[in-house]
């Protein structure tokens, strides 16, 4: 929103053949306004307002062209639900599908809160319904809702408190205290308030941006708030070693067909560290496979099911480009030989679909997180002891994952060496993979002991 003290104000210009003859014109920078009255006294008010903010030093706003006491009383009436809107249209055209449902995911979680009376209020599944699938979900804004759908939604709009409600640090708290619990009262996991709240502040924000608040800081920094504590590290239980990840992949070729074409797609987890997402979308011309030594995979972009609801062309998977990377970047890894022999195999066994894809389903479809997982979970079975299978251990195939990139750190692979391959900062990977990165360094340290001594050094 431009503001600007750069205002002129031209005389009352009279056009007889209008319904409205008497015209109200004024400059705002650069930006032309005006305003039509069916009476000369009307447009004299009019002008007189305007003239009496350029006399008080008010600045202007330079799209509306209205001075900023006009424009303040005008959003004060802007509910939450509206500005929520708003943020959503903001945010839809450039926002992945998946984030797209968690947009509508957090404000479906946080609106039920920022109302000004429970009186009337509807049922807590429906009016999730109606906000999640529809008031923000920007693909149904052109379609009719049901009418249960659309009693909700009016039912919001109309209780929904206003934006400057939020200046108040106590509204504030109604919707980081929603957001920490799930729908039925419990706690809500830790990940999952911290991406809610993340979507607050950018909503809260965007409103500081509007200057909807009367001053320009976001009020949910004033207010103390202990999120539910995560764990983002890798649990050390959960990694395999690679003599079990041999064992359980090979308990996934011997599932038949089925196992024998997902065999190296799981192998692209462990070997390259790979996300799924970008196994999933893995196509020949990425994979350059010699017949002796080391090879590489170039990876470009992951294919991820977020549903069809929330895809700009009604598809249930979207191909985006690397995760935390520009659009046309690219990632280097390279792979042990005995893998690329495996991928060498896999091409001549099994091909690809027809555009390239490595892994497929029996149609030539993208592959399903329930397919591999039923996979992997039967492998888990079938390949480890009672106790193990009990565990953590390789629980989900994106523990194949961190089994790879710990394998790599263990080995004394230097971190910012592993944080490239895998596609991480160096923050992140020493945050995720903090306890392996204590096991290594404690491995060093008695490396340098056992040296210390052969020099006779005092420990």
């Not at 196994?279 to 017949?291: F, N, V």
Request: proline share 6%; glycine share 6%.
């Amino acid at each position: 929103m431009p503001l600007t003290y750069d205002v002129r104000l031209y005389t009352i210009e009279v056009r007889k053949d209008r319904p409205k003859p008497y015209r109200v014109r004024w400059l705002v920078g650069e930006r032309k306004h005006s305003k039509s009255y069916k009476l000369k006294v009307q447009a004299d008010g009019r002008r007189s307002e305007l003239m009496s903010a350029v006399r008080r030093g008010e600045q202007f706003d330079e799209e509306s062209g209205l001075p900023v006491s006009e424009l303040r009383a005008k959003q004060g009436s802007l509910t939450w639900y509206d500005h929520s809107r708003a943020y959503i249209e903001r945010k839809w055209a450039q926002a992945p599908a998946k984030s797209r449902k968690n947009y509508a995911d957090a404000l479906a979680t946080i609106t039920p809160a920022l109302v000004k009376t429970k009186a009337g209020m509807p049922d807590a599944a429906l009016l999730r319904r109606a906000l999640y699938g529809w008031a923000y979900n920007r693909n149904r804004w052109d379609q009719t809702p049901p009418e249960d759908i659309a009693h909700a939604l009016r039912w919001v709009a109309k209780n929904s408190m206003p934006v400057s409600a939020l200046e108040d640090p106590a509204t504030v708290r109604l919707a980081l205290d929603a957001l920490a619990l799930r729908m039925d009262g419990k706690t809500a996991a830790p990940r999952t308030a911290k991406r809610k709240r993340a979507c607050l502040s950018d909503v809260l924000g965007l409103a500081v941006e509007e200057q909807y608040f009367s001053i320009p800081v976001n009020p949910l920094s004033a207010v103390k708030w202990t999120s539910p504590k995560a764990v983002e590290q890798v649990d050390p239980e959960s990694v395999a070693n690679p003599r079990q990840v041999r064992a359980l992949l090979a308990g996934v070729r011997e599932q038949g067909p089925r196992g024998q074409h997902l065999e190296a797609f799981f192998g692209c987890l462990y070997y390259a560290a790979m996300r799924p997402a970008e196994a999933a979308a893995l196509r020949a011309t990425q994979c350059h496979l010699p017949e002796n030594g080391w090879g590489t995979l170039t990876l470009r972009q992951g294919v991820v099911r977020a549903g069809r609801n929330w895809t700009d062309d009604g598809t249930a998977h979207e191909t985006r480009h690397l995760k935390a990377r520009a659009v046309k970047d690219s990632r280097l890894v390279p792979i042990p030989p005995h893998f690329v022999r495996l991928l060498r195999q896999h091409l001549a066994t099994h091909g690809t679909a027809p555009d390239g894809r490595l892994f497929r389903t029996n149609r030539g479809g993208l592959l399903q997180e329930t397919g591999y997982g039923e996979v992997w979970a039967r492998a888990r079975e079938n390949v480890l002891t009672e106790s193990e299978a009990a565990s953590l251990l390789a629980r989900r195939p994106y523990d194949l994952r961190h089994a790879g990139v710990s394998f790599w750190l263990s080995s004394g692979v230097d971190a910012m060496e592993c944080a490239r391959r895998a596609g991480h900062s160096i923050a992140v990977l020493h945050k995720v993979y903090a306890k392996v990165l204590d096991q290594t360094r404690e491995r060093a340290n008695s490396r340098i002991e056992a040296a210390l001594r052969e020099w006779n050094e005092p420990e």
